[in-house]
């Protein structure tokens, strides 16, 4: 106990015992020495001691009043800090503590709206992250994951979704953590284009490593991984294109100059000679124009179509698209058998059917086995229609079934190396039956025949 609270309540009990002789004095008009000697000392003893004892009481009781407030205050703060919800403390306005008790209610008010402000703007930015079109990951300096996105989790094609995990064990792919490695040793942003092999396949990415600066010793690191896999394959394709219709292209013109140049130095004063020249110019030409056409549908259906549906009868279509291939269906000897129903009739843009028709036949015919068959069939099912067209031709092995459909492929066999032709046809006819709301399909036999089978979906004169 402080000697400045003995001296304060020893002067209160003086205080009060003086004022205990007032009030006798009064009372028996004595004065104030006589009523000290009729009181005994003892009493006055007493009640000095009596009076201090009341003093400390009460005083204890109060600082343990005042213990439980701080008490209070020092939970409510470790509660504020810890972030934890609960009630204001409740002290009496004439509590020497009654301020400080406000203070602290006022810090867990403030912070409970900046946690608020907080936890709505973390979740507008992790709700952005969810919908941007590209893999995020932030990693803090400690090399753990602060958040990421479940888009890099498609690309990864496993979860990375994984906060305070260190990023490299969760990412474990070399070439992603060569380049975060690089930026957190040079503190400079990084990009790179990384192949990826996955469950799936191969995969090209576009990454960018950000260093983002937050404070002079605290940094974020974001790694932002974009999937451009298709966008390759696009330009790989595209840049195989320019360089097949060149190689296309190429032959006939040559061709075409040669030949030609061959007739203007004087092959023209031979008729037999000549007229072979011309020949094969004409042939030439015809198989350039051949191109161009199908380069031309190519460019058409890539620029959109507009779809044309009308009733036909299907034998007749058929019939018609046979008759430019009657000689040579003649000089191969083939049986061509018609066996679609006078009555089918099917709502479809004839235009583009004749083309599907007309490119089927007349690799039906070309690649058939002399005195072969063509086979051409239909049928309706519930929703839809069915065209097949069977030969019994050299026929496809499992490898050139799955790529027949592709621009400018050909089958490497001595008949297709006999045979002119773009390779573009077949793929032409994917994208005309896909863009009818069909599909083509077909199966194949070495040395036995091919199947191709159209099916299309059931169309009303109405629709």
Same mark, same amino acid.
């Not at 810090?107 to 402000?117: G, M």
């Not at 094609?157 to 990023?167: I, P, V």
């Not at 983002?212 to 394959?233: A, G, R, Y």
């Given at each position: 106990?402080?000697?400045?609270?003995i001296?304060?309540?020893?002067?209160l009990?003086?205080?009060?015992?003086?004022?205990?002789?007032?009030?006798?004095?009064?009372?028996?008009g004595?004065?104030l020495?006589?009523?000290?000697?009729?009181?005994h000392?003892?009493?006055l003893?007493?009640t000095?001691?009596v009076?201090?004892?009341?003093?400390?009481?009460l005083?204890?009781?109060?600082?343990?009043?005042?213990?439980?407030?701080l008490?209070?205050?020092?939970?409510?703060?470790?509660?504020? *800090?810890?972030g934890q919800?609960?009630?204001? %403390?409740?002290?009496?306005?004439? /509590?020497? =503590?009654?301020?400080l &008790?406000?203070? @602290?209610n006022?810090?867990?008010?403030?912070n409970t709206?900046l946690?608020?402000?907080?936890?709505?703007?973390?979740?507008?930015?992790?709700g952005?992250?969810?919908?941007?079109?590209?893999?995020?990951?932030?990693?803090?300096?400690?090399?753990?994951?602060?958040?990421?996105?479940?888009y890099?989790?498609d690309i990864?094609?496993?979860?990375?979704?994984?906060?305070?995990?260190?990023?490299?064990?969760?990412?474990?792919?070399?070439?992603l953590?060569?380049?975060?490695?690089?930026?957190?040793r *040079?503190?400079?942003?990084?990009?790179a284009? %990384?192949?990826?092999s996955?469950? /799936?396949? =191969?995969?090209i990415? &576009?990454?960018? @490593?950000?260093?983002?600066?937050v404070?002079?010793?605290?940094?974020?690191?974001?790694l932002?991984?974009?999937?451009i896999t298709?966008?390759?394959?696009i330009?790989?394709m595209?840049?195989?294109?320019?360089?097949?219709?060149?190689?296309?292209?190429?032959?006939?013109?040559?061709?075409?100059v040669?030949?030609s140049?061959?007739?203007?130095?004087?092959?023209?004063d031979?008729?037999?000679?000549?007229?072979?020249?011309?020949e094969?110019?004409?042939?030439?030409?015809q198989?350039?124009?051949e191109?161009?056409?199908d380069?031309?549908?190519?460019?058409?259906l890539?620029s959109?179509l507009?779809v044309?549906?009308?009733?036909?009868?299907?034998?007749?279509?058929?019939?018609?698209?046979?008759?430019?291939?009657?000689?040579?269906?003649?000089?191969?000897?083939?049986?061509?058998?018609?066996?679609?129903?006078?009555?089918?009739?099917?709502?479809?843009?004839?235009?583009?059917?004749?083309y599907?028709?007309?490119?089927?036949?007349?690799?039906?015919?070309?690649?058939?086995q002399?005195?072969?068959?063509?086979r051409?069939?239909?049928?309706?099912?519930?929703?839809?229609?069915?065209?097949?067209?069977?030969d019994?031709?050299?026929?496809l092995?499992?490898?050139?079934?799955g790529?027949?459909?592709?621009?400018?492929?050909?089958?490497?066999?001595?008949?297709?190396?006999?045979?002119d032709g773009?390779?573009?046809?077949?793929?032409?006819?994917?994208?005309?039956?896909?863009?009818?709301?069909g599909?083509?399909?077909?199966?194949?036999?070495?040395?036995?025949?091919?199947?191709?089978?159209v099916?299309?979906?059931?169309?009303?004169?109405?629709d």
């Amino acid at each position: 106990m402080k000697v400045n609270q003995i001296i304060r309540r020893l002067g209160l009990g003086v205080l009060a015992v003086g004022l205990i002789l007032i009030v006798a004095a009064q009372v028996t008009g004595h004065s104030l020495k006589a009523t000290a000697v009729e009181l005994h000392a003892g009493w006055l003893v007493a009640t000095v001691l009596v009076v201090v004892s009341l003093l400390v009481l009460l005083e204890f009781f109060e600082q343990r009043r005042q213990r439980q407030i701080l008490a209070l205050l020092a939970k409510k703060l470790r509660e504020v *800090t810890a972030g934890q919800k609960s009630g204001h %403390v409740l002290v009496p306005k004439n /509590s020497e =503590l009654s301020q400080l &008790a406000s203070a @602290v209610n006022q810090v867990q008010s403030t912070n409970t709206l900046l946690l608020k402000a907080y936890d709505r703007q973390k979740r507008g930015y992790f709700g952005l992250l969810e919908y941007v079109p590209i893999g995020v990951m932030v990693i803090d300096q400690d090399r753990e994951i602060y958040l990421s996105n479940h888009y890099l989790s498609d690309i990864m094609e496993r979860e990375l979704e994984l906060q305070h995990e260190l990023y490299y064990t969760t990412l474990a792919e070399f070439d992603l953590v060569k380049l975060v490695e690089e930026t957190f040793r *040079t503190k400079q942003d990084q990009q790179a284009e %990384v192949r990826l092999s996955l469950a /799936s396949g =191969l995969k090209i990415v &576009a990454v960018n @490593v950000v260093h983002i600066p937050v404070s002079t010793h605290h940094f974020f690191v974001m790694l932002l991984v974009n999937d451009i896999t298709e966008q390759k394959q696009i330009e790989r394709m595209q840049l195989d294109f320019v360089s097949n219709v060149s190689h296309e292209l190429k032959t006939p013109v040559t061709s075409i100059v040669g030949f030609s140049e061959t007739l203007k130095n004087g092959a023209l004063d031979e008729p037999e000679t000549a007229a072979k020249f011309v020949e094969i110019i004409y042939q030439q030409s015809q198989k350039l124009t051949e191109l161009i056409n199908d380069i031309l549908s190519l460019s058409r259906l890539d620029s959109g179509l507009v779809v044309e549906h009308q009733t036909i009868h299907l034998a007749q279509v058929v019939d018609q698209a046979l008759q430019p291939y009657s000689q040579l269906i003649a000089q191969r000897q083939l049986t061509v058998k018609n066996q679609v129903s006078a009555d089918f009739l099917v709502v479809t843009d004839v235009k583009k059917l004749r083309y599907i028709l007309s490119n089927l036949l007349q690799n039906g015919i070309r690649y058939n086995q002399v005195g072969g068959q063509l086979r051409i069939k239909a049928h309706k099912k519930a929703d839809k229609w069915e065209l097949t067209v069977s030969d019994t031709g050299i026929g496809l092995t499992s490898e050139q079934q799955g790529r027949i459909f592709e621009r400018f492929y050909r089958a490497d066999t001595s008949r297709s190396k006999e045979v002119d032709g773009t390779g573009l046809g077949l793929a032409i006819v994917k994208e005309y039956v896909e863009f009818l709301g069909g599909k083509i399909t077909v199966t194949s036999q070495l040395q036995v025949g091919t199947t191709f089978t159209v099916s299309l979906p059931v169309k009303h004169a109405k629709d």
